[in-house]
């Protein structure tokens, strides 16, 4: 049994590289396999013997505790300090200085690791105290990179100059920290960025004190970062599938091909054709006639009409996508609507590698193939086509027949100009 019985799990960000989903809900709550993400943190703490959870939080921080206390007010000692103004990493944990005094677990609430991963963390890092986490990876120009020497933290260097970085390794996100840590937080100057970095008073104690570098294989780590990732965690979480559970209604002259998880009051429909890992949830309607093909998650309550495909896309909750669609690559929010035959393009005419805007800045996702996002509450007309990597705002309105090559803000609408174009204007719902 560790000796660390306290864990904190910073979740206060706004999570805007997420975007369009974090308008309306908090990335602790992204459904990954139809589970909010964090839930996998939490499930995993409590199952190292974790006695006391401490839940840093703020943007939209009653969608988290009200989610947390339903589901986990039984399970542990959870308790939920309000960040305030979100200052940085440094700054979330230094607002906890008064209620931690001895050993703890820190871990980042966009980050998933491993159970097994987690109790390794846990007993390397009782025997050193002061310790992180290090993976090895092929980018590490867009992290904080680790100087490790004899496995003792030398130094971190946020996000070097691509083919300058000191190392192929870089900071986790997970850290084992006594509370010595809090003076040296102290200290630390606000970044440039405008905040107190935890990595920086890190640093300054790794000149003091020994902090322990703890090594685990990339295969057992990800970060919840930018919006594509969405997909991969989902198709990593559909890898565990360890065989087909179907508790729903499978009409006649439907065909399953490998590892598919259907849940209750769910009916598939003559003619359709699902090939896994695929996950659908409860309460849906799919087909007839409908191609559900590899590493696609469909949430509850969602319509999959007739002679629909979709590939590889995640489906949030409430969703419709009625008829004669094809959506692939894509991640489509909750109670999206899409009129028939609209379409999500994956694939450039010039077959490069797609692009996203990300805080304003264009990022090559490197995918080759990924669709639209597209966020809560959206509705298309007929026959709209979605390019590959377009964001669409929540609560947006799409007029029929357009092609959408740019990002949409939230509550827009869509309407075309003299048959040769759009124009986007602000759209003001009245509730009845």
Not at 161 to 181: M, Q, R, V
Not at 356 to 374: E, S, Y
Request: aromatic share 8%.
């Amino acid at each position: 049994m560790s000796r660390i019985k306290t864990a904190v799990i910073l979740a206060a960000g706004k999570g805007e590289r997420l975007q369009p989903f974090t308008y309306t809900r908090p990335k602790p709550l992204i459904p990954i396999l139809n589970r909010p993400f964090i839930s996998y943190i939490l499930d995993n703490i409590i199952a190292c013997g974790i006695e006391k959870i401490v839940l840093v939080v703020h943007y939209l921080k009653e969608k988290v505790i009200d989610y947390v206390k339903k589901e986990y007010g039984n399970k542990a000692n959870i308790v939920f300090v309000d960040q305030g103004e979100p200052l940085g990493t440094g700054h979330a944990v230094k607002v906890l200085e008064n209620m931690l005094s001895e050993l703890f677990l820190l871990i980042y609430g966009d980050v998933y690791v491993d159970r097994e991963v987690l109790r390794k963390v846990l007993s390397q890092a009782e025997e050193h105290e002061n310790a992180l986490v290090g993976v090895p990876v092929e980018n590490p120009w867009d992290y904080g990179v680790l100087i490790v020497k004899d496995e003792l933290l030398k130094g971190i260097v946020e996000k070097p100059e691509k083919g300058k970085e000191p190392s192929n390794i870089i900071n986790a996100g997970i850290y084992a920290l006594t509370t010595e840590i809090f003076s040296f937080l102290k200290k630390t100057r606000i970044s440039p960025r405008g905040e107190i970095e935890l990595t920086d008073a890190i640093t300054e104690l790794a000149k003091k004190n020994e902090v322990k570098v703890i090594f685990i294989e990339c295969s057992a780590w990800f970060e919840l970062g930018k919006v594509w990732d969405i997909l991969e965690l989902n198709k990593i979480m559909l890898d565990k599938i360890r065989e087909s559970k179907i508790e729903g209604i499978v009409e006649e002259n439907v065909s399953i091909r490998g590892k598919v998880i259907i849940e209750k009051n769910t009916i598939i429909r003559s003619g359709t054709y699902i090939e896994g890992p695929v996950f659908i949830g409860e309460n849906c309607s799919i087909g007839p006639n409908s191609y559900i093909r590899p590493y696609t998650v469909l949430g509850n309550h969602v319509k999959i009409g007739a002679s629909c495909e979709i590939k590889a896309s995640t489906i949030m909750d409430y969703t419709h996508i009625p008829h004669l669609s094809y959506v692939g690559d894509s991640i489509i929010g909750e109670h999206v609507n899409f009129g028939a035959g609209t379409i999500t393009a994956n694939l450039r005419l010039d077959d490069k590698t797609v692009k996203v805007t990300l805080k304003g800045k264009r990022v090559d996702t490197k995918r080759r193939k990924l669709g639209a996002f597209v966020g809560d509450y959206v509705k298309t007309g007929i026959n709209v086509s979605l390019m590959p990597g377009v964001k669409i705002g929540p609560y947006t309105w799409i007029a029929p027949g357009l092609v959408i090559y740019e990002d949409l803000p939230p509550y827009s609408f869509v309407k075309p100009v003299n048959k040769r174009g759009y124009i986007v204007e602000k759209l003001v719902i009245k509730n009845d």
